[in-house]
């Protein structure tokens, strides 16, 4: 900045000073001149003096005067002269003054201009200090600035940190609050397990001490009767086809003849189930949609149940005075006996229900599905509550439970067996393929829940000991007679006592009974032939009142109680 303003004034200096340098050198030499003729005025005025005072002839005084008046135009020639270089020398003195008052105006305005060069330079220099000053400042800011982000993304990765730390712990915590509640949720769920099994067992108990009351009677009656001829009755039964019982531990009666033979439904019959508490009650069920309640002792109507839409109906069961029925409507709806009302409508299935069971202490209900899915339903309150939900990569046919409610078992579309444990929802036996075609019915055996009974469309039944976890037990139908269980929805029973099998055939209309305990495998302890058409499904119950234990219906909608 200060060299700029140098240059400037310099670059001024010349354009004003180097104007007047020809017009200095004039003046000298104008003065010069004027010196000159000066010089030569006072030597032609001594040379008038000398002609004055020379020669006095008259020809020296006419030379003189000659010369005289010559020096005399010539001096008047050199006044003007001088005038005119006077003049000259008047109006380049005017200008001399000029130039020297603009000069020294000049020269004061230079002097002004070092003067402000100088201040010039000294706030050059005060600017050079404060621009150092803010460069240090700013190279003080920029690493404050940089130490400032440092420490800005350490505090965001603290930050960070922080959170994830924040994040882990609430997970954790919520973790550890879930674990709580579920032990909770378990333990009160054992508890309250625990006092349904008491219940149950206590039922038991109660039920055992009738049956053994109820044995003991019948023994002391048989041991007391004296009119029936010994040839007529053994402990096996009689020969002439009439009627034959077989007396266990649980009183069996092994059907010879029908009892009751009733027109149930208009249209096909599709299942059949005894009243799993008293036994005196056998409910079925047909494509018309309809529920009916029969009563074993007398073979009449004791109940009609309908639903709201006529979709036919895959499966009932009845237990504890309740009666469930599952539909091709995705629904299974519940009804107390008693009443005769709807008291539940179980809505969650994605496609037709096709089996469905009570509890033993008819609170809960387990479902079974074709959109592969097996439910459990709280049912003891006036609103249901879905329990659980048990997925599988096969549709679901048919379905059971132990006594406790502990254990489910399901037969799916694969012709495999599952089991469930129905507390913590998880599967505790597979065996796939166990048969080449659908499962259709399962059931555990009323006397030993380590077998289950299952029935297949490969025309098969199998009993598998879960133990082994293999089949140990496998009945088909004669080779001289058309299959078994060639049925779309066939089903089997064990007896209550677990010695006997009985299936029906869905062509000719037979019922088969077979002993688990046989050498044979194939060979029928009994064949009834009653039915006029195929049977769809078979019911083995413990008997009520009268005895009577073994129910089946067939495509025709017919009922027989035998």
Not at 191 to 204: A, D, G, V, Y
Not at 511 to 520: C, G, K, L, P, R
Request: charge should be neutral; hydrophobic fraction near 35%; charged fraction near 25%.
């Amino acid at each position: 900045m200060e060299e700029i303003l140098l240059r400037l004034i310099e670059a001024r200096n010349s354009f004003e000073t180097y104007g007047f340098i020809d017009v200095y050198d004039a003046n000298i030499s104008l003065q010069k001149r004027v010196d000159e003729l000066e010089s030569m005025c006072k030597e032609y005025e001594r040379q008038m003096l000398q002609l004055k005072g020379g020669a006095a002839d008259g020809e020296s005084r006419k030379s003189s005067s000659k010369k005289e008046a010559e020096l005399r135009d010539r001096i008047e020639k050199l006044q003007d002269q001088l005038n005119e270089r006077q003049k000259a020398e008047l109006e380049n003195s005017k200008k001399h003054t000029k130039i020297s008052t603009e000069l020294s105006e000049l020269k004061e305005l230079s002097s002004s201009n070092d003067l402000i060069m100088k201040q010039l330079r000294l706030e050059h220099a005060q600017a050079n200090e404060t621009i150092e000053n803010l460069l240090s400042r700013i190279k003080e800011s920029e690493s404050s600035a940089f130490l400032l982000e440092q420490q800005n993304s350490d505090l965001k990765d603290a930050i960070l940190k922080l959170q994830d730390d924040s994040s882990n712990l609430e997970k954790l915590n919520n973790e550890l609050l879930g674990r709580f509640v579920n032990e909770k949720e378990k333990q009160m769920e054992e508890f309250n397990k625990m006092n349904i099994m008491l219940e149950h067992q206590q039922k038991e108990i109660d039920m055992l001490r009738s049956l053994r009351r109820q044995a003991d009677e019948q023994v002391s009656r048989l041991e007391n009767t004296s009119s029936i001829p010994k040839g007529d009755t053994d402990a096996v039964g009689n020969t002439d086809g009439k009627w034959e019982k077989k007396w266990d531990s649980v009183s069996v009666s092994v059907p010879s003849k029908p009892k009751f033979t009733i027109k149930a439904h208009l249209s096909d019959g599709i299942c059949v189930r005894y009243d799993g508490s008293v036994g005196n009650f056998v409910v079925t069920a047909g494509s018309d949609g309809v529920i009916h309640v029969w009563d074993t002792c007398t073979g009449q109507l004791n109940a009609t149940l309908r639903a709201n839409s006529a979709q036919p109906v895959l499966g009932v069961d009845m237990n504890g005075g309740l009666v469930a029925g599952c539909s091709c409507d995705k629904m299974c709806r519940i009804w107390n006996l008693k009443s005769k009302r709807m008291i539940h409508q179980l809505v969650g299935h994605g496609s037709k229900v096709t089996s469905v069971r009570l509890s033993s202490d008819a609170k809960s209900v387990l479902t079974g599905s074709v959109d592969r899915t097996l439910k459990l339903w709280d049912v003891s309150r006036n609103t249901y509550k879905q329990l659980l939900t048990l997925n599988h990569d096969s549709a679901v046919y048919g379905v059971d439970m132990t006594s406790d409610s502990f254990t489910a078992v399901s037969g799916h579309l694969d012709g495999g067996l599952r089991c469930w444990d129905t507390r913590s929802g998880k599967r505790t036996l597979e065996i796939s393929s166990i048969h080449t075609d659908c499962v259709t019915s399962v059931q555990f055996d009323p006397s030993n829940f380590t077998q289950i009974l299952s029935c297949s469309r490969d025309s098969t039944l199998k009993i598998v000991d879960v133990r082994k976890n293999d089949v140990v037990k496998v009945f088909g139908h004669p080779k001289t007679t058309p299959s078994v269980v060639s049925l779309l929805s066939p089903t089997a029973s064990f007896s209550p006592n677990g010695k006997y099998v009985a299936a029906g055939s869905g062509s000719t209309g037979k019922v088969f009974i077979w002993e688990t305990h046989a050498d044979s495998n194939n060979a029928p302890l009994k064949e009834l032939k009653s039915h006029e058409c195929g049977v769809e499904a078979v019911a083995w119950g413990r008997g009520g009142r009268s005895g009577q234990q073994v129910a089946t219906i067939d495509k025709a909608g017919n009922l027989i109680l035998w």
